[in-house]
């Protein structure tokens, strides 16, 4: 089955603490992205990468770090400089490179808790 | 940048009603898609509808690109439909980003 992966699906963290959230896609898709949805509204872009080793800022990314080594794979760090990093976050992927086709596909998302 | 903004916020039906939402974009653009988040967060993807009408059984979608609008049809509506509908238009500035309007959230009652 071709998708998008997060891991784990619940996280709990202390404060002053980093933590790695993951994202892996088996769509050979080039982009992906890390949004982060906060209750009752909408999603918020912290980072996006269209190639492997290379990534840009999206509109929230203080606090926040990502990398790109392999084509399948985004994982995002959020730091101990987040300020308030409870929140859903959710990772996607786009634009198949066979088809140019830009349609967008979301992975099952993972919600951060941090006390 | 390009604005997107979507209405009505909130929207209440009896189970069985139809309904229309509506995406209005400040710019042309190329790509448009529809989602329909689901009460445990899943974004599932509804149409990928740049311009031109698409029907996937109760639901369907039209794009006027030209005007600047997309409309998201539900008919029959059923409990399953609740959540949150997005709409996304790909940013015309050539950087891959996203831009998704606010939302509607939806309930429907049976």
């Known amino acids: 089955d071709g998708g998008i992966t997060q891991s784990p699906k619940y996280l709990f963290r202390k404060e002053g603490q980093n933590v790695t959230l993951s994202c892996e896609q088996n769509?050979?898709?080039?982009?992906m992205y890390w949004y982060r949805q906060d209750p009752g509204q909408g999603l918020r872009l912290i980072y996006y990468s269209q190639i492997v080793n290379d990534f840009q800022k999206g509109d929230i990314a203080e606090g926040y770090s990502v990398s790109r080594e392999k084509k399948e794979s985004f994982p995002l760090t959020v730091t101990s400089a987040q300020k308030n990093p409870t929140a859903f976050y959710l990772c996607?992927?786009?634009?198949?490179?066979?088809?140019?086709?830009?349609?967008?596909?979301f992975g099952p998302g993972t919600r951060l808790t941090v006390t | 940048g390009i604005q997107v903004e979507q209405s009505p916020p909130d929207l209440i039906l009896q189970e069985g009603a139809n309904s229309t939402l509506r995406c209005n974009f400040s710019?042309?653009?190329?790509?448009l898609q529809w989602f329909h988040q689901n009460p445990w967060g899943q974004l599932i993807n509804l149409f990928y509808i740049p311009s031109g009408t698409k029907q996937n059984g109760r639901l369907s979608a039209t794009t006027v690109a030209t005007e600047r609008y997309s409309l998201l049809y539900i008919s029959s509506s059923q409990t399953t439909d609740s959540g949150v509908y997005f709409c996304?238009?790909?940013?015309?500035?050539?950087?891959?980003?996203?831009?998704f309007g606010t939302g509607t959230r939806l309930k429907v009652l049976a």
């Open positions: 996607a992927s786009s634009i198949d490179p066979e088809t140019s086709d830009y349609e967008q596909y």
């Open positions: 710019d042309s653009v190329n790509n």
């Open positions: 996304a238009v790909l940013s015309p500035s050539g950087t891959y980003k996203y831009i």
């Open positions: 769509l050979n898709h080039d982009a």
